[in-house]
C-alpha cells in the first residue's frame, strides 16, 4: 500500500493536468485552444497548468504561426509518458 | 478516496476519447446512405437488364451508352449518400456542441480518403480496361479498406463494419455475375443495419 501512494504523481493530483496528460498521451500533439475547449477551463487557468507540467518536463511545447495567429502546439515528452502510466498503474492497483 | 479515483480513471478514458476520436459520427447518416444505395442499385439493375424478359436467359449487355449512364448513376448515388452523411452528421456534431471541420475531422477524412481514392481510380481503370465484372467486388474491398482505415479515428463499430466489406467483396469475386446484388448488400443493407445500430446505441 504504502509503495502504491509513493507511485501515485502529486503532477496529476489536479483535474485539469490529469485531463491535459490524458489528451497528450493519445495525441502526437495537440495546440492550446483545442485544449481549451476539451477541458473547458479558462486561457489562465490552462496556461498556468501548462506552465507547471512542463516545470516537470513532463511536457514540451512549439510555436508556430498560422499567418499572424500564433499557435502553441503542446506534446507529451517520454518522461512525461512515463509518468503518467505509472500513475494511471498506481490507481489500478489501488483499486484492485 | 477509492471515488476520487474511478472518477479521474473515468476522465482520462472520455477525454482520450473525445480528444483522439471523431465521435458524432450520425447512425442515421449510415440509414439514409444505405437506402440511397439501394435506390442507386435498382435504378442501375433497370439500366442494365431493360427491356428483357424476366423468364427467359438474361445476359448483360453494356455499350458505351448504358455504361456512362451506369456512371452517372453511380457519381449521383455517391454524392446523394456523401451529402445525407455530412448533413446527419453535422447536425449531430453540433447537437453535441463540438467542431464540425477541426483537426479530428480533417485526420478522420484523409485517412478514409486515401484508399478510397486509390481504390476509386483503379476501379475507373478497370472498367475502362473492361473489367466490368471486377468492379462491384473491388469498390466493396477498397471501401472496406478505407473503413478499417479510419476507424482509429472514431467510432469501434467502423472497423468491423470495414472488415465485412472486404470479406462481401473477397466472396463477390466468386460470383461475378451478381456484382450488384453483392453491392447492394455492402453498401445497402450493411449501411442500413449498422446506421441502425449506432443510432440506437448512441442516442442523440
Known amino acids: 500500500m504504502k509503495d502504491i501512494l509513493k ?6 493530483e489536479n483535474k485539469v493536468r490529469l485531463g491535459i496528460m490524458s489528451a ?16 473547458d477551463v479558462t486561457d489562465g487557468n490552462l496556461a498556468s497548468h501548462l506552465k507547471s507540467l512542463e516545470k516537470s518536463s513532463y511536457i514540451n ?10 499557435n502553441t502546439r503542446y506534446h507529451a515528452t517520454e518522461t512525461g509518458k512515463r509518468a503518467f502510466r505509472k500513475h494511471i498503474n498506481a490507481i489500478e492497483r489501488l483499486l484492485n | 478516496m477509492k471515488e476520487k479515483y474511478i472518477e479521474d480513471l473515468q ?3 472520455d477525454i482520450m476519447n473525445r480528444s483522439s476520436r471523431f465521435i458524432s459520427l450520425s ?3 449510415g440509414i439514409v446512405a444505405g437506402i440511397i444505395a439501394l435506390a442507386g442499385a435498382y435504378l442501375a439493375y433497370s ?3 431493360s427491356g428483357q424478359d424476366y423468364m427467359g436467359y438474361r445476359h448483360v449487355e453494356i455499350t458505351s451508352a448504358t455504361l456512362t449512364q451506369l456512371l452517372l448513376i453511380a457519381i449521383g448515388t455517391l454524392v446523394l449518400a456523401l451529402a445525407a452523411g455530412i448533413y446527419f452528421t453535422t447536425r449531430k456534431t453540433k447537437k453535441l456542441n463540438q467542431k464540425v471541420w477541426d483537426h479530428q475531422t480533417r485526420r478522420l477524412v484523409v485517412n478514409l480518403a486515401i484508399p478510397l481514392v486509390a481504390g476509386g481510380v483503379f476501379c475507373l481503370m478497370m472498367l475502362f480496361k473492361g473489367y466490368i465484372g471486377l468492379v462491384a467486388p473491388l469498390t466493396l474491398i477498397f ?8 476507424s482509429k479515428y472514431t467510432l469501434n463499430e467502423i472497423r468491423s463494419l470495414g472488415m465485412i466489406e ?4 473477397l466472396v463477390a469475386t466468386q460470383f461475378i455475375g451478381y456484382g450488384l446484388l453483392w453491392w447492394s448488400l455492402g453498401f445497402g443493407v450493411l449501411h442500413i443495419v449498422y446506421g441502425a445500430i449506432m443510432h440506437f446505441k448512441y442516442k442523440a
Open chain 2, 47 to 49: 439500366t442494365v437488364y
Open chain 2, 143 to 150: 471501401y472496406g479498406m478505407a473503413l478499417v482505415n479510419a
Open chain 2, 11 to 13: 476522465d482520462i478514458k
Open chain 1, 7 to 12: 507511485d501515485l504523481d502529486k503532477a496529476f
Open chain 1, 24 to 39: 497528450l498521451v493519445v495525441n502526437d500533439y495537440v495546440d492550446f485552444n483545442t485544449l481549451k475547449d476539451l477541458l
Open chain 2, 166 to 169: 472486404i470479406c462481401l467483396g
Open chain 1, 61 to 70: 511545447f512549439k510555436k508556430e504561426f498560422h499567418g499572424r495567429k500564433p
Open chain 2, 27 to 29: 447512425g442515421l447518416s
